[in-house]
């Protein structure tokens, strides 16, 4: 499950820059403020929620490996796995916290709509 829940913070994570992009082009094309999407804050929501689940589900890992077979968590390899896949979550969670603040800032700024007569 960590290799899976880092993919998808990242995902999503991604997928709140594509919503706030498209709300921007879509206000511009036609010319009016449009409302601010919801998806945004439950994309930026569940990016943040996704890389901390996953850090959360490899110390899990870690103590039930110790706890069972009495060896550190690397000697087995779902846990060296989990360990793997959760390292990048170190840079992860701190993107995925800059798009959740992202996207509540954008959400009381509007978008210059440009030349619209």
């Known amino acids: ?18 919503i706030q992009n498209d709300w921007s082009w879509q206000q511009q094309r036609s010319c009016r403020h449009t409302p601010f999407p919801v998806a945004e804050y439950v994309a930026a929501w569940l990016g943040v929620a996704l890389g901390v689940a996953a850090v959360v589900v490899c110390v899990l890992v870690a ?3 110790h ?10 390899w779902h ?7 959760a390292c990048p979550n170190l840079v992860a969670i701190p993107m995925e916290l800059i798009m959740l603040y992202e996207a509540y800032t ?3 700024s509007g978008v210059f709509l440009g030349d619209c007569g």
């Open 106 to 108: 954008t959400a009381g």
């Open 67 to 76: 706890r069972r077979d009495d060896v550190p968590f690397w000697r087995r």
């Open 63 to 65: 103590r039930r490996i």
């Open 1 to 18: 499950m960590v290799p899976v829940m880092t993919v998808a913070g990242v995902v999503s994570c991604l997928k709140v820059q594509d």
């Open 79 to 85: 846990g060296l796995l989990a360990f793997v896949c």
